[in-house]
C-alpha cells in the first residue's frame, strides 16, 4: 500500500511553501518603499520582516486533522524562531520605527494570544520600547504604609502616583510609569487624557528572557534625563527579571485592546512551542 502519511507530508510542505512564496512577494508589494528605507539607515528588523510576515498572515490549510497539526506546528516553529531573533535584534537598537512597531506587536500578540495595539482611539504611548526602571511602590490610597506591600526591600515613594488612589490592590502590584507628560498633546488635552490612560492595560515584554507581564499605568515618569523610558514596580521589575545591579533593561510596552475587561493583571502566559511541536 502506499505511504499515504509521506505523500500527505509533501502535499503540506508544498502548500506552505507556495503561502510562503505568496506572502513574501505581497509584503514586498505593499511594503518595498518602508523595507527600502529601513535598510539604508541599517535597522536590522527590515531583515526579519519578511520572516515574520510568513507567521503573522498564515492562514492554516483547510485539510484533514493530521495536515492542520502539522501545519500549526510549522507555524509554532517559525514563530519561536522569529522570537529568538527579535530578542538579538532589540538588544542592538535604541528605538523602533512605525514599520518595526507593527511587526513587533502581531509577533507578540501570536505568541501571547492578545489583541495588543500600538495605538487605541488615535492615543498611544510616547514610546514603544525602551529602558524600564526600577520603582519604588506608590501609596495605593491614604494610610497605606509599606508593611502592607511585597517586596518591602524596595520602599516606599512618599507621595502617591499621578491618578491616586488605586482602584485595588493588584493595579499597584503590577503597575508600570510612562511617560504621558511628554505627549505631544499632554499640555493642551490633559484634563482628557488622564483619565483615558487612567490604569490602562499594557502588556511588557523582555526581549531577553521572552517573558510578559499585563499590568497597568499607575503613573507618569521617568524624566527624559534619566535615559530611561519607563518605571516597573517592584513586582513587575522581579517577574521580568530586570533587577540586576543597574535595575533596568530594555522592554517593549503595547496597549491592549480588553474592552471587556478579561484579561487579567500579572504574568502573562505565553503560547507554547515546544508543546505545539510535539503534537
Known sequence: MPDNSQTNFHKLRHKLETHHKKVVEEFHRKHHTTIKKAK????????????????????????????????????????????LQLGKILNQKD???????????????????MNLKISIAGNRLNDVFGYIGAEQHLKRWNG???????????GMAPLQGSFKDFDNAEQEKYY???QLHELPEWNEKWAELKPWYRYRKVFIYNPDNQKGIVAVIGDSGPAMWTGKIFGGSPEVMDYLDRVDGAQKGKVVILLIDDPENKIALGPANAIDTNLALKN
Open 144 to 154: 497605606d504604609t509599606l508593611t502592607n506591600h511585597d517586596i518591602q526591600k524596595a
Open 176 to 178: 508600570v510609569a510612562v
Open 40 to 83: 539604508k539607515h541599517g535597522l536590522a528588523l527590515a531583515s526579519t520582516a519578511i520572516l515574520a510576515s510568513s507567521i503573522l498572515t498564515a492562514t492554516p490549510p483547510d485539510l484533514h486533522s493530521q495536515k492542520f497539526s502539522s501545519a500549526k506546528s510549522q507555524e509554532m516553529a517559525r514563530l519561536n524562531e522569529f522570537m
Open 95 to 113: 528605538k523602533l520605527n512605525p514599520a518595526e512597531e507593527q511587526v513587533v506587536a502581531e509577533a507578540l500578540s501570536k505568541k501571547f494570544d
